[in-house]
Every structure is written in C-alpha cells, then in structure tokens.
C-alpha cells in the first residue's frame, strides 16, 4: 500500500462545478504539498500546508493532522483547471533529512 | 519562491546514447532533487543532487546509469545513460531552500527512447 493514497484516481466535471480531490496518508509529516502537473509533465506547486486551510484564487486546500487526510477544492472549474493534481507528503527520514512521498495524481478534465 | 529552467523539454533518444538534462535555478538553494515518472506511476526520487560532492542515490538507481552533478548551489544536470526504452519517462528536477519550506520544479523533460 502506498504511504500517499488519493481519490479520485480519474474525476470528469462540468464546467462550474465544485471539485475535491482526497488525499491520506498513512506516515508521520511535516508538511503536505498539493501539485499541479500539466500535459506535457511541468510542475507548479500549489500550496504547502501542515495545519488548517489554505486559499488562493479558487483553490482552497485543507488539511487535518489527526485524521492524516487533506483535501483540495476547485471552486467554479473551468477547462483549464484540467490537468493532473499529486499530493505529496513530506516526511523527516533517518538522519533528520526531508524526503517527499507522491501520491499518484488524480487527473482532472473539466469539459466547457 | 525561486524559478527553475529545466533543458530540454522534451527529447526523442537511440538506445544505447546518453542524454544530459539542465536545471538551472534563478536563486541558490540549498537542496535539489532529480525524480523520474514512469507512464502512469507516481514521481519516484532518484538522487540528492549534493552541491560539490556525489549524489545521494534512492535504492534502484546507481550512479552509472544516472550520473549526476551539482556544481554550484543554483545548477545541476542528470544524464540517462545508455538509454533503452524502459528509460522513457519524465524525468524532474526539483529545489528546496531549506527544511519545511516549499518546493518547486522544473518543467519537466519528457523522453522517449526508441
């Protein structure tokens, strides 16, 4: 089982529609990343967050510690919100050092 | 947050040749990473580039195949070696500038071995 799980692995909207994605993670973090990959494989970070909300633009991303679980909402989609979202965990490994855990993506096509 | 330029964005290969892929950040910092994502699998760490000294490989990559450098705290390159077609991939860079702060890429190079 992989430390990073996400929901849905495939999520299809109407334009205008709310969308959450799910992420939990089964280890101890520092940090929780949310990242949006493009179709040709470019990588623009989000948001890090390791308690509470987060919001920018549309973009809202919660995190619950207790739970190991974050969330990531798209208010009012729009087809150029369509791409891949990865949740990451940031998790301290032996000797002190950061290592980042992926999820495998949820990959988002919002259709006009 | 600083900006990374990762070369080539995207590059067709012969097997058995070599390729070198470029990041160059537009800041210092102190941490940069090389991943690979294999089609419809998750990023996956291959190395620690370490400014001035050999990279710090994940088990399943060796230095051989995936030599890397790091001279200076705002480039690093990852060269695939001897390529064969299970090496077509995305392969990533990524910095950080510190513990618990943010991280961000490049733009990713695709590659396809043929």
């Known amino acids: 089982k992989n430390e990073v799980e996400q929901s849905p692995q495939n999520l299809t909207a109407q334009e205008g529609e709310f969308i959450t994605i799910n992420c939990s993670y089964s280890v101890g973090i520092s940090a929780l990343h949310w990242l949006q990959q493009h179709p040709g494989g470019g990588i623009v970070s989000l948001f890090m967050l390791s308690s509470g909300k987060k919001k920018h633009g549309r973009l809202i991303a919660t995190i619950n510690i207790q739970e190991k679980h974050s969330s990531l909402h798209i208010t009012a989609s729009h087809p150029r919100d369509s791409a891949v979202y990865i949740c990451v965990a940031v998790v301290l490994s032996q000797g002190g050092s950061e290592k980042l855990v992926f999820g495998k993506g949820t990959k988002l096509t919002v259709n006009p | ?114």
């Open chain 2, 1 to 114: 947050s600083a900006v990374i330029s990762q070369k080539p964005s995207r590059d067709i290969c012969q097997r058995g040749t070599s390729l070198t892929i470029q990041c160059q950040v537009d800041s210092q910092v102190t941490m940069m990473f090389w991943y690979r994502q294999q089609p419809g699998q998750s990023l996956t760490l291959i190395a620690t580039a370490n400014q001035g000294s050999e990279a710090t490989y994940e088990s399943g990559f060796v230095i051989d195949k995936f030599p890397i450098s790091r001279p200076n705290l705002t480039f690093s390159t990852l060269t695939v070696s001897n390529m064969s077609p299970e090496d077509s991939s995305i392969y990533l860079c990524s910095g950080k500038q510190g513990m618990n702060t943010e991280a961000f890429f490049g733009q990713g190079t695709r590659l396809t071995v043929v």
